[in-house]
């Protein structure tokens, strides 16, 4: 029987592991890759941050040769239901999601997705990807992200809030917890690619070394 396999991705940073993880199994199995994000929201009302997040599995999904980027927008059935039907449409045998360790009460009050998609789509191989704990806990660590700019003056690459004509590049910041000045993490898009450079007291030190790709890579 032919294969096909489908990633779930829900925002926070396990979403880029799982998407690798699916190509990776793609590559293998020599099937085609779809990529699934559910949202109860309108995409117009989308915040800064989930707008990333989908713009980056976008840009990954595409990496690894997937199929199909699908979004479902303003989604209110619950979220088997809406895998159920992708999973159907597109003949899905690999569903890939990730879950976090959930106590064992909040798994009896709510019931587990697991049991509850293992019902909906029997006829498709689980795959489960756990969240390891440096991984879950890294959000903690930074405020929500918020939209940001790169200017570049006489010291290098300063952060900005305010869209200007001399704006380089427009991204997320998110700022580090417990810290009174701007100190953390942009991330933005650059020829296609998701980067990520580090900001110190409102600058970017050492722009090109930090956006550089890896030694033995072309751009």
């Known amino acids: 029987m032919d294969e096909s396999i489908l990633v779930c991705v829900y925002y926070g940073p396990n979403g880029e592991r799982l998407i690798r993880r699916g190509g990776k199994l793609a590559n293998?199995?020599?099937?085609?890759?779809?990529?699934?994000?559910?949202?109860?929201l309108p995409e117009d009302e989308l915040d800064i941050e989930k707008i990333h997040f989908i713009?980056?599995?976008?840009?990954?999904?595409?990496?690894?040769?997937?199929?199909?980027?699908?979004?479902?927008?303003?989604?209110?059935?619950?979220?088997?239901?809406?895998?159920?039907?992708?999973?159907?449409?597109?003949?899905?045998?690999?569903?890939?999601?990730g879950q976090t360790a959930q106590s064992r009460w909040k798994e009896i009050t709510k019931g587990s997705l697991i049991n509850v998609l293992l019902n909906e789509i029997p006829f498709?191989?689980?795959?489960?990807?756990?969240?390891?704990?440096?991984?879950?806990?890294?959000?903690?660590?930074?405020?929500?992200?918020?939209?940001?700019?790169?200017?570049?003056?006489?010291?290098?690459?300063?952060?900005?809030?305010?869209?200007?004509?001399?704006?380089?590049?427009?991204?997320?910041?998110?700022?580090?917890?417990?810290?009174?000045?701007n100190n953390g993490v942009f991330k933005f898009m650059m020829n296609n690619c998701m980067m990520e450079v580090q900001v110190v007291d409102d600058y970017v030190k050492d722009f090109e070394k930090q956006t550089a790709p890896p030694a033995g890579v072309k751009e």
């Open 28 to 40: 293998m199995l020599d099937c085609p890759l779809y990529v699934l994000t559910i949202d109860p």
């Open 55 to 97: 713009e980056q599995w976008k840009s990954l999904a595409s990496e690894h040769g997937a199929e199909q980027f699908i979004v479902k927008y303003n989604e209110s059935r619950p979220v088997a239901k809406v895998i159920g039907e992708v999973a159907r449409k597109h003949n899905i045998t690999q569903l890939i999601i």
């Open 124 to 181: 498709v191989d689980l795959h489960v990807i756990s969240v390891s704990r440096e991984l879950a806990n890294q959000d903690g660590f930074f405020e929500k992200g918020i939209r940001a700019y790169l200017k570049e003056d006489r010291e290098g690459y300063r952060l900005c809030f305010n869209h200007t004509q001399s704006d380089v590049f427009e991204g997320i910041f998110y700022k580090e917890v417990g810290t009174d000045f």
